[in-house]
C-alpha cells in the first residue's frame, strides 16, 4: 500500500514537473527546509530528473521566478539548493540555471547559496570541477562567475595557481581570492610568494585582490604578512582611491592579526580619507573601529573619528558610528572622557558638534564620562580653553559641562584655579541648581572653594526671591502667544522628522492614545474575527532644568557661549 501511494505521488510529480516545471512544482508544494517529507522529495525528484527522459530543470523558469517574491523565494531556494548536489544534468544548463538564481536573489545575505550548492555538485565527480575549469579558460562567463566557489569548495591550490598567473584577469581575480580563502598548509610560503607578486600588479583590482588574500592567508595563521605586503599596500592606498580605502577599512576589519603596527598606520591614515557618501565603507569602518577599541587602539580609534568628522565638514557624524562610540563608553567613563578631551582640544567646530549631540542628555543625573589627569593638556591656557569648549558645547547639559573643569581643578595648573572657579559659577551655577548643586556638594568638603560657591549661590537665590513679581519682567500676551506657535511648530517639525527617521514607522500600525489609564488595541484573528486586547499604561518620567540666565540675560548668555564655542585655540 505503501509503495502504491509513493508510486502514485512520483506520478503526480512528473506531471507536475513537464506541466509547470521544477521551480513552481517545489513552489506550490510549500515545502520547509526542515519538513519531515523534505528528504523523500528531495530524493524523488533527484530521481525524476535524472531520468533520461526527465524534463528540463528550466522549464517555466522566468515565469515561475516572477511569481516568487521577498520570503517565499528564499524559502524555495533553500529546497533548490538542497536539490541540486544530487542531480545528474548537463554543467551548461546547471550553470545557466544556477546563474538565473543567483540574479533573482539580488544583494541578499541569502542569495550566495545556489553557488555554494553548485560547489558542493562538483565534489561529487573528479571530472566536474575539471569541466568548470576548462569552460572558465574558454572565457565561459557562467563558469567564470563560479571559478571562485569551485576553487574553494575543491580546495584545489594547484589550479587556483595556474589561473592566478597564466590566465584572463576575471579567472585571476577569482584565483586570488581563492588563494586566501583556502588552508594553504605547507604551500603557504608560495603561495604568499605569488600573491605578492599580484600585488605590485599595475591593475587596481589584481593588487587589491591580492593584498586582500595575502593578508587573509597570513591572519588565519594568527602570523604578519610578509614584508613586501607592506611596501604594496602603502603604495595602493596612497591612491586614496574608493576601491584602496575600502580596502583598508577590511583588512582593519576581517584581517588584523596579519597587520604590523606599521601596516595598520597605513590602514587607519587611508580610512580618514574615505567618500562621506560611501555608506557601505563607512559601515564596515563602524564594525572595525570597535574591534578596535576592544583590541586597544583606542588612541588611534579617537583621532580616527575626529579626522572623519573635520574632514568631511560634517557630512559624517558619530551617528554613522554607534557600534563604536557603544565599544568607547563600554570601555569607562575614563575612556570616553580621553575621547571627548580629544576632540574638544583637538577639532574643529564639526568635530564640537557630533562630540556635544551624542553626550548631552536631558536629566543626566551623574556626568556621563570622568577626564582622567592623563588626558588634561600640559599647558595651563589649554586646559583653560577646554574649560570654556565644554561650558560652549555642552551647557544645555550642566552634568556633563561641569565634568571638565572640575578635572581641571583637580588635576590641572594651579595658575589657573580662579579662572576655573569662576567659569563653573557663572554660567554653571548661576543658571542651574538642582542636580548641579546637590552633584557639587559633595565635593564641597574636600574642596572648600567649591563650598565658596555654593555659599555664593545661595546668596544670589536669596537675592533673586520675590522678582518674579515684578510685572516689568513679565512677558506681553504678545510674546506668550508668539512663543506659543514657535514651540507649536518646532514639536510639528521634530514629530514629522522623528517619523520619517524611525524603523517602526512601516512596521507598526499608528495608534492615538488619548486620555486615559490603559489602551485598546483590536486583534484580528485568522478566522476573521476580532477581540480587543487591554494593555496598562504606567508612567514615567525625566526631569531637565531650564537655565535661569535664559530668562534673566538671554542675550548675554548667548554671547558668552558663541564665543566659548567659536574660540580657537591658540597656535604654539
Not at 40 to 49: G, H, K, N
Not at 99 to 110: E, H, I, K, M
Not at 319 to 345: D, K, M, P
Not at 484 to 501: A, N, P
Amino acid at each position: 500500500m505503501i509503495a502504491k501511494q509513493a508510486a502514485v505521488e512520483e506520478m503526480e510529480l512528473i506531471a507536475q514537473l513537464r506541466s509547470c516545471g521544477l521551480v513552481r512544482t517545489v513552489a506550490d508544494r510549500e515545502h520547509r527546509r526542515f519538513d519531515d517529507s523534505h528528504s523523500v522529495l528531495l530524493e524523488t525528484l533527484a530521481s525524476i530528473l535524472n531520468a533520461a527522459d526527465a524534463p528540463p530543470i528550466d522549464l517555466h523558469l522566468e515565469d515561475a521566478l516572477a511569481d516568487l517574491g521577498g520570503p517565499r523565494f528564499f524559502l524555495v531556494q533553500h529546497v533548490l539548493c538542497d536539490l541540486i548536489p544530487l542531480l545528474n544534468v548537463d554543467q551548461d544548463v546547471l550553470l545557466a540555471f544556477i546563474s538565473r538564481l543567483l540574479d533573482a536573489g539580488g544583494n541578499d545575505l541569502a542569495a550566495g547559496a545556489p553557488s555554494t550548492a553548485f560547489g558542493e555538485w562538483t565534489k561529487k565527480r573528479p571530472d566536474r570541477a575539471a569541466k568548470v575549469y576548462e569552460a572558465a579558460r574558454a572565457g565561459n562567463n557562467q563558469a567564470l562567475r563560479q571559478l571562485f566557489t569551485v576553487l574553494v569548495m575543491n580546495a584545489d591550490i594547484e589550479e587556483s595557481l595556474i589561473f592566478a598567473q597564466n590566465h584572463e584577469r576575471e579567472a585571476k581575480l577569482s584565483a586570488l581570492s581563492a588563494l586566501g580563502a583556502m588552508e594553504l598548509g605547507e604551500r603557504y610560503d608560495e603561495v604568499l610568494d605569488i600573491l605578492v607578486l599580484g600585488a605590485s600588479s599595475n591593475d587596481e583590482d589584481i593588487a587589491l585582490r591580492a593584498l586582500e588574500a595575502g593578508y587573509r592567508a597570513a591572519a588565519k595563521r594568527k602570523t604578519f604578512a610578509p614584508i613586501g605586503f607592506e611596501k604594496e599596500l602603502e603604495r595602493v592606498l596612497q591612491t586614496r582611491s574608493p576601491n584602496a580605502t575600502h580596502l583598508a577599512v577590511s583588512l582593519l576589519w576581517y584581517h588584523r592579526d596579519g597587520l604590523t603596527e606599521n601596516a595598520i598606520d597605513l590602514c587607519f591614515d587611508a580610512a580618514t580619507h574615505v567618500d562621506p557618501e560611501n555608506a557601505g565603507t563607512i559601515s564596515h569602518l563602524d564594525h572595525a573601529g570597535y574591534d578596535l577599541v576592544g583590541a586597544g587602539h583606542i588612541e588611534k580609534v579617537i583621532c580616527l573619528l575626529g579626522e572623519l568628522f573635520d574632514r568631511s565638514e560634517g557630512r559624517i557624524t558619530l551617528e554613522a558610528f554607534q557600534s563604536t562610540y557603544h565599544a568607547l563608553q563600554s570601555s569607562g567613563s575614563e575612556v570616553l572622557g580621553r575621547a571627548v578631551a580629544y576632540w574638544l582640544l583637538n577639532g574643529n567646530t564639526h568635530t564640537h558638534q557630533c562630540v556635544a549631540s551624542a553626550v548631552c542628555r536631558a536629566g543626566n543625573d551623574d556626568p556621563p564620562f570622568s577626564i582622567p589627569a592623563s588626558s588634561l593638556p600640559l599647558n595651563s591656557l589649554d586646559q583653560l580653553f577646554l574649560c570654556r569648549k565644554a561650558l560652549g558645547w555642552f551647557f544645555i547639559d550642566p552634568m556633563a559641562a561641569v565634568s571638565i573643569p572640575l578635572a581641571v581643578l583637580r588635576d590641572g595648573s594651579a595658575d589657573i584655579k580662579s579662572d576655573v572657579l569662576e567659569l563653573i559659577y557663572h554660567p554653571l551655577l548661576m543658571s542651574y541648581g538642582g542636580k548641579l548643586k546637590d552633584y557639587l556638594e559633595r565635593y564641597a568638603e574636600s574642596t572648600p572653594d567649591l563650598a565658596e560657591l555654593l555659599e555664593r549661590k545661595t546668596a544670589f537665590q536669596d537675592a533673586m526671591e520675590g522678582i518674579e513679581r515684578l510685572v516689568e519682567l513679565h512677558p506681553s500676551e504678545m510674546q506668550r502667544e508668539t512663543a506659543h506657535v514657535q514651540w507649536h511648530e518646532q514639536m510639528e517639525r521634530g514629530m514629522e522628522q522623528g517619523r520619517r527617521k524611525s524603523i517602526f514607522e512601516d512596521l507598526v500600525t499608528k495608534q492615538y492614545i488619548l486620555y486615559g489609564r490603559s489602551s485598546l488595541i483590536p486583534v484580528h484573528t485568522g478566522e476573521g474575527t476580532t477581540h480587543l486586547t487591554e494593555t496598562a499604561m504606567h508612567s514615567f518620567s525625566v526631569s531637565s532644568e531650564l537655565p535661569i540666565l535664559d530668562i534673566v540675560d538671554p542675550v548675554g548668555l548667548d554671547y558668552m557661549l558663541l564665543h566659548f564655542r567659536l574660540e580657537q585655540r591658540e597656535q604654539r
